[in-house]
Structures are given as C-alpha cells and as structure tokens.
C-alpha cells in the first residue's frame, strides 16, 4: 500500500517532547496508525512503539485494539453531546441559533485533531457489542438535534415521520465533513463549520431573510458557552 | 469479531441459482465480504470460495483485490455521473429540478444493493494510486453538482470561494446517506431519496414556496430519463 505509512522502529520509552501523557500518547499514536495504515492492519505492538511505550505499559491504560478503538471513537461524540445538552436546556435562546451553534461546534470536533476519526464510523468492526457506549452517545447526539429542530418554528408543523427523516439529513449534513475533510484535507474548518450551521438552518427550513439574525445569535451562544 | 460472518466452505463452481455471471458473482461475494468482513481481513481465496469460483478462474477477471475493490468503488459513481452529464445537457428544465433529479438518482444507487458500499470510501487503501479513475468519477460527479449549482438562481449570486463550500455540502449531503443507511439500515431509499433531495435544494437556497414546483419538475425529468 503505497499510500501508508511504515510504522517506525521501536523509540526511547517517552516522547517528551510532545508533552503528551503516557494514555493521551497512545491515543495520538492509534489515531495516525488506525487513519493510515488501517485498524485491521495495525497491531497493539505497534501502536504502544509509536507511543514509546512498552506493550505491557500500555496494556495499563488500555485493555486492547479495540478499547482503543472505543475511546477515540467515544472522543469524536462525547464533547459535543456535553455541548448539545447544554444548548436543549438553554431555552431562552431561539432553537434555531442553538442548532446552528450545535451544528457548528460538531463540525469543529470533527475537523479537530490531525487525523480524520470519523473515517472509523464506516469500519465493519464498530458494529461489535464492544462499541455500544460510542453508538449510545452518537444516538443522544442525534437525538439532541432531533429535539432542537422539532423546537424551531418550521420543525414544529413537521410530522413524525418528516421529523424523522429532516433529523437524520442534519445529523448526516453533519457528519458529511468526514467525508469532505477526507476528499480535500484543505478545507479550513473556520470556513467550513458556519457554513455547515448555515445549511443545516435551510435544511430546517429556516429562509434566507430570518438566517442572518440566526447566525449571530448562535454566534453568540458559541461565545458564551466557551467562555 | 462477533458480527461478522465466517467466509463460507469452498462451494461448487458455480451458484446458477444466483442467475449472476462469474464476474458479477465476484463483485457480489466482495461486496459482502468487504463490508461485512472487512477489506484487510478478506483474502482473494475467501472471495473466490464465495463467489463459487476457483481462485485461478477469478484472476481472468480481476487481477486481484484492489481491482475487486476499484470496480465496486466504481460502480457506486459510474452511473450518476452518466446521469449528472445528461441533466447538465438538458438546459431546457430549471438547473434546480436538474439538481434535484441528480440528488434523487444519486441516493437510489448510493442505497441500491444488499451492501453499504460508500463505506468504502474511507478504508485508508482508497487513497493509493490504483483507485485514481474512482477518484477522478467521484470529483467529476461533484462538479457537476457544482455546475447544476452556479445555473441555479441563487447559486448565480454566489461569490467563487461560497460555491465551492455550498458544492461540497451539497455532495456531503448526498453521500451522507452512506452513514445514515449504516446507523438506519431499514431507512427506505423512496422516503429518503426525495427527502435528500429536497434537502439540497433548501442549501442551494431554494425557497419552501419554489420547492414544491421544483420537485415535481424534477420528477418529471427523473421519468423521462427513466424511459
């Protein structure tokens, strides 16, 4: 496979030069292998020697391939789950403007990171029993956005089963910079994240007149709640 | 891995119950298997076995996995793009129908088959070289998501930096189907498709009064390109 890389020999048993903790080291190491080399074709040894560990030092954090797996995949839904919950609760805000600031904090975790995680939604393997926190977690997300577009005023003449459908084409619209990051590696997510937020609010339904207002109040909402 | 399905025992050269030629009979086999299995995991021996046929009788129609995976990659692309350059030709209908055929015909082959092939998209071997006309079909198609795109009335107004994010919205909608079909695997694809691609016309900025007139002209061109 041209396009991988060779995983390296053996390092000194730390990298302190990246700062990392020896858990966090392992997690960066198994992102770049699983993103370029493939999950199936990577081995926890040679995870824990791109970390500079030992395999049994590592075997300390993590209890395998896929625990590793499961926490990197988890990283990719669990902050903007914190977020989205937050955002439902904020009820004296519009529910246009927290979808949009939901929509574009998800697409910035999404592009966050050297490498594209999201690309291991797709893997057959995620499928396994091992990985129900991840899919529980992305449902809630789903689900978060779900409440948010039946809240606006156009999700709120939908019915169930429009509702259904309109919320899983902005969770995917969403999901879609996976995709679009992995085609062109370029694309600056500053640029790309409110203008997903943008096209989440036409998918909602939400005109062109009432979106410039939206978007400055979800602006605005981002701000606080990172301050 | 407890989900996946164990490559079967060889099987007698042929399976005249399928109907299918050795060379669909491969791709079928693949198809599951890749998906199911896992491109990495899956040897040419498996395929082989499941299509029914010996290895050596394989290899005088693919000359080896990565060609197995190059035709599945591209007969996922092959057929829009045939589609999409009928529909940028046919300037006579509204380019916002136009768009909403192709968003429309595009979902249905996304969504066609037993198996999510656009999953595949992501496996980091889809970036080697051997994958490049995949590659060049798949920009190709969203150009002419893009082309339909500036010939819209709105699209028209837009600056040369907004169409190229609206493009590449516009085309991660569509394939987003890819992750919706893998959460919601009983999504049906006549629901969705339309959805889609109603859906893409709200984020080229079509209005909700314009939509309903557009949908059915979009409709109409899907027939006639049927027929």
Redesign the interface.
Known sequence: ????RRVGRPRAQKRPESGLQPREEVLAAAAELF???????TTTRAVAERAGLRQASMYHYFGGKEAILAALLEGTVRPSLEIAQELVSRTEAAAEARLWALCHSDVMLLCSGPHNLG?L?????V???RFTDFHRF?REL?ASYGELLTATEPGAALGA??LA??T??L???T??????R???PD?DPQ??AP??AD?AL??A?V??HALTRLRREGGRLLATQQG
Chains 1, 2 share one sequence.
């Open positions: 496979m041209s396009t991988t993103t370029t080399h493939g999950y199936t074709a690309a939604y797709l893997l057959p393997e499928q396994a029993e992305r789903k089963e429009d459908l309109r899983d084409l969770f995917g619209l999901e879609s910079v996976i995709l679009i992995r085609t062109g694309r640029a790309l203008a997903t096209a036409r998918v339904g005109t062109e």
